[in-house]
């Protein structure tokens, strides 16, 4: 099946610093997801971006759409120890198919 | 808030056992999911169900059924356990609409001996 991809695969940043993750993806989509994973733990949903929109603020979650290179961004700004993580990406295509598309993931360690 | 429980946090099982993993829901959604994942592979669906006594297959069936008697249950069973479906696996729901956002159990993490 096909994937959704992220970018780094793993980052490592200093407390306060940005952090920022890309997800590139192969179909059309409805809209696309991030969710957040601790540590053994299961997934929680983040923020939502729909297909005609290009950017979407949550906190400090900024989230970026670009359909024509089909691709988003996942902006964490002034980061904190807590925002240590695995982040996933997760499309949903326009095909009514009730089959999200997980990316693999970026783990992300603030350092204090 | 949505709260989706999975029976066990960690198991342990021999070859050729029957295993039940066991997910439940208390937020009436009609969409339950069952995923397992592996370093390097992310998310891959095994199962979905959009209502009771509904199921369809993932991208990964092979080797597993499910059960949905009851709206707020959704169970994955390994007919004959191996070792390569030693996983995590995750359980998930979400309300009747499109693309909904997902709601996820903190996981099982099967060990098969």
């Known amino acids: 099946s096909q994937q959704g991809e992220e970018d780094p695969q793993a980052l490592s940043i200093q407390e306060g610093e940005n952090a920022t993750m890309n997800c590139s993806y192969k179909t059309s989509i409805n809209n696309l997801q991030w969710y957040r994973q601790n540590s053994g733990r299961g997934l929680v949903h983040l923020i939502l971006?729909?297909?005609?929109?290009r950017e979407k603020h949550s906190g400090r979650l900024r989230v970026t759409l670009d359909t024509s290179k089909k691709s988003s961004s996942l902006l964490i700004t002034a980061s904190r120890a807590a925002d240590t993580a695995s982040y996933f990406c997760a499309t949903v295509p326009t095909s009514g198919t009730y089959k999200y598309i997980f990316g693999t993931g970026t783990r992300l360690k603030v350092l204090a | 808030d949505v709260k989706v429980t999975q029976s066990s946090r960690y198991l342990v099982k021999r070859t050729g056992e029957k295993v039940f993993l066991e997910c439940v829901q208390d937020m009436d959604h009609e969409n339950m999911f069952w995923y397992r994942q592996d370093p390097g592979l992310g998310l891959r669906l095994i199962y979905f169900?959009?209502?009771?006594?509904?199921?369809e297959k993932g991208d990964i069936p092979e080797g597993y059924s499910v059960s949905r008697e009851k709206k707020e249950r959704f169970s994955l069973i390994l007919e004959s356990a191996s070792t390569n479906q030693t996983s995590m696996y995750l359980c998930?729901?979400?309300?009747?609409?499109?693309?909904?956002?997902?709601?996820f159990g903190d996981g099982t993490r099967l060990s098969i001996l």
């Open positions: 971006i729909r297909s005609n929109e």
């Open positions: 998930a729901s979400h309300p009747t609409g499109f693309g909904q956002p997902q709601h």
């Open positions: 169900s959009y209502d009771v006594k509904m199921k």
